[in-house]
């Protein structure tokens, strides 16, 4: 049984900042990606961004030069720092940690973090 558990969500002010927070636990045989997903009410769940186990990142286009994703692999450990934040980040933010052998070993949800950012 795998658990991640994400921490740091809030409400802040256009422009403000804050960082997110995913650590997991349990029976883990191979860290792949982690990444941070993101659902806003009324639209699809979509991937923010993402690093592998050896370090190559993602970004979304609407959070690129805004956010920085890194993690820290002994503590199996996922951050998301989001700069400049602007009313349309508000949604709820999922961690999420695939199997490194592979998503259908195992994909892996955060219970989700509400980031609510007021113009």
């Known amino acids: 049984q795998v658990q991640l558990v994400e921490s740091g969500g809030g409400l802040v002010q256009a422009g403000e900042s804050l960082r997110l927070s995913c650590a997991a636990s349990?029976?883990?045989?191979?860290?792949?990606?982690m990444g941070w997903y993101r659902q806003a009410p009324g639209k699809e769940r979509e991937l923010v961004a993402s690093?592998?186990?050896?370090?190559?990142?993602y970004y979304a286009d609407s959070v690129k030069g805004r956010f920085t994703i890194s993690r820290d692999n002994a503590k199996i450990t996922v951050y998301l720092h989001m700069n400049s934040l602007k009313p349309e980040d508000t949604a709820v933010y999922y961690c999420?940690?695939?199997?490194?052998?592979?998503?259908?070993?195992?994909?892996?949800w955060g219970q989700g973090t509400q980031v609510t950012v007021s113009s």
């Open positions: 349990g029976s883990i045989f191979s860290i792949g990606t």
């Open positions: 690093i592998t186990s050896g370090g190559s990142i």
């Open positions: 999420n940690l695939k199997d490194g052998r592979g998503q259908r070993y195992g994909n892996y």
